[in-house]
């Protein structure tokens, strides 16, 4: 059974999380989006690897009508049905490949053995002088920057200031009528008042008008 997945950690610390769910979704698809983009024009979407061996002359007719751009059957089930692109539940995070544990078996082998991740797939391309094709980094790699400078677009057109992000969070505790609950050994509830850590001046300059100080 082979799986052959990279995990892609964002930084949404500057995204308002009304907006983080939002902005996944975004990233997710357009990771996926690119690596299809340029497993079609038969390069690796990983940083630091070369582009994609070119078929051979008679595998191409046979197969491709002669043409020799090894877009691993972009059209076939390992791609089309199989490759795919998942928000972690919970997480900031965007898994990238193949996945699946009901089609580790099939797809996720020949996925194994197009980007080489496993030693067992390595081997066995050693042994059939199979090329590394790889379309999705294995844990120490990245996709290439284009590819990222492209996900910190999306990110940034969602990223807001630190003191937008600190009023939303004064706002979201005002909102439970300006009281908030700290638990002390387990039994004993005391109600703590906004005011009581930050002074009427800073709230005032903080988050201007929506006090009425």
């Not at 043409?67 to 089930?77: A, H, K, S, V, Y």
């Not at 391309?125 to 290439?144: C, H, T, W």
């Not at 630190?162 to 908030?180: F, M, Q, R, Y």
Request: glycine fraction near 6%; charge should be negative; proline fraction near 2%.
């Amino acid at each position: 059974m082979a799986l052959v997945f990279k995990d892609v950690a964002l930084d949404l610390s500057k995204v308002r999380e009304a907006d983080k769910d939002r902005v996944k979704k975004k990233v997710a698809d357009l990771l996926y989006d690119e690596v299809l983009r340029y497993i079609a024009k038969g390069k690796s979407p990983v940083q630091g690897e070369r582009d994609f061996k070119t078929l051979n002359k008679s595998y191409a007719k046979r197969e491709k009508q002669g043409n020799r751009t090894p877009n691993l059957q972009l059209e076939g089930d390992m791609i089309r049905e199989d490759f795919d692109t998942q928000v972690l539940l919970d997480t900031d995070i965007i898994r990238v490949g193949h996945y699946k544990t009901s089609t580790a078996d099939t797809q996720g082998e020949k996925a194994d053995g197009h980007n080489q991740h496993s030693a067992k797939a390595q081997a066995w391309a050693l042994g059939k002088d199979f090329p590394k094709r790889r379309y999705v980094p294995n844990e120490a790699q990245a996709f290439k920057s284009d590819i990222m400078d492209k996900v910190q677009n999306v990110i940034d057109r969602f990223s807001v200031s630190d003191l937008e992000i600190s009023a939303d969070a004064i706002n979201a505790v005002l909102k439970d009528g300006g009281k908030t609950s700290t638990v002390k050994e387990t039994t004993e509830i005391t109600e703590v008042g906004i005011s009581d850590y930050l002074n009427d001046e800073y709230l005032a300059e903080l988050i201007g008008d929506r006090l009425d100080l």
